[in-house]
């Protein structure tokens, strides 16, 4: 049976609140016979209206500050009461109920019989003897709650409340013994735990303990050991030997323990088997829960492509979640144990790189393969450009080579342009250590710290977490790819520049870039890359399209047509800061071009023109 909505506002303004004197005089006459003093007080509180008024705050405001007083105030709302108009709350204070709160409501709503059954409970918790608030301890109250604001606590109506409160005022009926007792949807805990201090309570009789042992085949020691426990089957099964062995349990002289004993392991029977049952149903949605997380995991570290689309990484996730109770719940505890990372020192389990999510055992492996192809694709395309650059002589307006600060940054934009994830790892040098000493450690490279230094030793600086220039990182030196492009160039071209002195001119300004090999990225790096095991697949899939994919180009390469026809545009990184090339090495005047050159340079050019010569078809 489903949970009844609240009818009537809990908190709203009365109507009679704010209607004029007279009126207010008519609702009294209405309800029954009020003393004049009465009537005063009651005008008071419909001036101070408020949801809940301070009863010390009320009697100090109106003047009500002794005993004679104050019973007149507490006689009207007695008088009010009766009518389901108002209600005196207390509160435990030193294990004593003290007058907390007066509260006004419409006549006979459902708040205020909410509230006059949570007050009833409270009678109890003052005085464990006091009757818990069964239909007939109500009646004697004069409490009758009208059918429409009930709703019967059937264990699946307790399960699905304690799973996901109704708002508003729920009042449940109990089946108990041989009676109902009522009690709201936030009472339920107080109300289970006053049950069990009652049982506890008639069972401090030695009589009624050995009877209660009798039936449920223990010791006396034990069962007087158990009582104090909080253990869930321990206090069904004691509540279901004393319903089944009523007549058993009952002293037949004395028919002690009276009704309520009974009524008592009725209701511990019922709300504790709900959240028994409440909490199984948790377990089972905990470990459904944490099998889709595990499967989700356990893709992204074995799928085909070791790199996932974000994108589609969250639409997955939210598959998933759908299949959940909370789909919000399930996404937010995905995140927490997978995606957020919890010490500096230890990756998340699945990391956010660009625009793409990545298991963190996949991650060296997957960069170490796109880094190594990323750095081939430059150095080719570097050295067709330089091809060009040398074939100009050095002229024209493309500034890539001028500087290594230039090169450097040039390398930068194309490796952003060119491949998100490995822009992100080196954007993110923290990610790109930890993920490396990882992957070290889960496939075995890593024996020593000598052996951890050398792998971070291809991308950063000794000792320190700061990544190497880009140059260095991938390897890539201007001398070098000059002398790369060297051949490239015709031969009566390089033999026309040999031989006018323009060679070591040209050649010069490239050569303040670093050229210690031993610590260079190109020889370290590439050495990591061949210890690194690839993951499987790892070229295909959203890998840039790596068939169609060029190495992007910014347009300070293009000036001129001096860069490659195939690679991307890109606002030039040196705008505003070009530097002019070395011209060539000039011809001294008077004197011809192979004045610059010794005896023996000059021969071995010739010789190395007529091989040429000869061999052309």
């Given at each position: ?404 600060r230039n090169f450097d940054a040039d390398i930068r934009q194309r490796v952003e342009i060119a491949d998100s994830f490995v822009d992100s790892l080196l954007k993110k040098p923290a990610i790109l250590a930890e993920a490396i000493i990882l992957h070290g450690k889960n496939s075995k490279q890593v024996h020593s710290v000598d052996d951890l230094k050398r ?163």
């Amino acid at each position: 049976m489903g949970i009844s909505q609240d009818a009537g506002g809990h908190g709203g303004e009365p109507p009679y609140v704010s209607a004029d004197p007279s009126e207010k005089e008519l609702f009294l006459s209405q309800l029954g016979s009020f003393t004049p003093r009465e009537r005063e007080i009651f005008h008071k509180l419909c001036a101070q209206w408020e949801p809940a008024i301070s009863y010390q705050r009320f009697c100090a405001l109106s003047g009500i500050d002794d005993a004679g007083k104050s019973s007149d105030l507490n006689r009207l709302i007695e008088k009010l009461r009766l009518h389901g108009v108002a209600l005196l709350a207390r509160s435990l204070s030193d294990g004593r109920a003290q007058p907390d709160t007066i509260r006004l409501f419409s006549e006979r709503e459902k708040a205020f019989y909410a509230d006059a059954l949570d007050d009833e409970l409270l009678s109890v918790s003052e005085s464990i003897v006091h009757a818990l608030p069964t239909e007939s301890a109500l009646v004697g109250r004069k409490i009758q709650i009208p059918v429409a604001f009930i709703d019967d606590a059937t264990p699946e109506a307790l399960v699905a409340f304690m799973e996901k409160p109704t708002p508003g005022d729920v009042i449940f009926r109990v089946p108990c013994h041989n009676e109902s007792c009522y009690v709201t949807g936030r009472s339920l805990k107080r109300l289970l735990a006053l049950a069990i201090h009652k049982l506890r309570y008639y069972l401090q009789s030695n009589d009624l303990l050995e009877r209660v042992a009798k039936v449920s085949e223990s010791g006396i020691i034990v069962l007087a050991k158990k009582l104090a426990s909080k253990d869930a089957a321990f206090w069904i099964t004691l509540c279901d030997k004393c319903h089944e062995n009523i007549d058993a349990v009952k002293d037949p002289r004395t028919g002690t323990p009276d009704n309520e004993f009974f009524q008592a392991a009725a209701i511990v029977r019922l709300v504790v088997s709900a959240q028994n049952a409440l909490a199984e149903k948790n377990a089972r949605a905990e470990t459904e829960r944490d099998l889709d997380m595990q499967a989700i995991v356990h893709n992204a570290q074995t799928g085909l492509e070791p790199l996932i689309d974000a994108d589609g990484f969250a639409t997955r996730l939210r598959e998933f979640a759908e299949k959940h109770a909370d789909p919000d719940v399930f996404v937010g505890e995905f995140a927490a144990k997978h995606l957020e990372q919890k010490d500096r020192h230890e990756l998340p389990t699945i990391v956010e790189l660009g625009r793409y999510v990545v298991h963190r055992d996949n991650i060296a492996p997957a960069f170490m393969k796109r880094f190594a192809e990323l750095a081939e694709e430059l150095k080719a395309e570097y050295i067709d450009e330089m091809t060009q650059r040398l074939r100009a002589m050095n002229r024209g307006t493309n500034t890539v080579f001028t500087t290594h600060r230039n090169f450097d940054a040039d390398i930068r934009q194309r490796v952003e342009i060119a491949d998100s994830f490995v822009d992100s790892l080196l954007k993110k040098p923290a990610i790109l250590a930890e993920a490396i000493i990882l992957h070290g450690k889960n496939s075995k490279q890593v024996h020593s710290v000598d052996d951890l230094k050398r792998k971070l030793g291809a991308f950063f600086v000794p000792n320190t977490m700061k990544l190497k220039d880009y140059a260095e990182v991938f390897g890539l030196y201007r001398h070098e790819l000059f002398d790369a492009a060297w051949p490239r160039l015709g031969v009566f071209l390089r033999l026309w520049i040999k031989l006018s002195g323009g060679y070591e001119s040209l050649r010069s300004v490239y050569l303040d870039a670093p050229t210690r090999r031993d610590t260079a990225g190109t020889v370290i790096g590439r050495a990591a890359m061949q210890e690194s095991a690839p993951v499987q697949n790892s070229g295909t899939g959203p890998r840039r399209a790596t068939a169609q994919r060029t190495v992007g180009t910014p347009a300070s390469s293009r000036r001129s047509g001096s860069g490659s026809s195939r690679t991307s545009r890109r606002p030039d990184p040196g705008a505003g800061k070009r530097q002019s090339p070395s011209p060539p090495r000039p011809v001294r005047a008077g004197g011809d071009a192979t004045a610059a050159y010794s005896k023996r340079q000059r021969e071995t050019a010739w010789e190395e023109f007529t091989k040429s010569i000869r061999h052309r078809p």
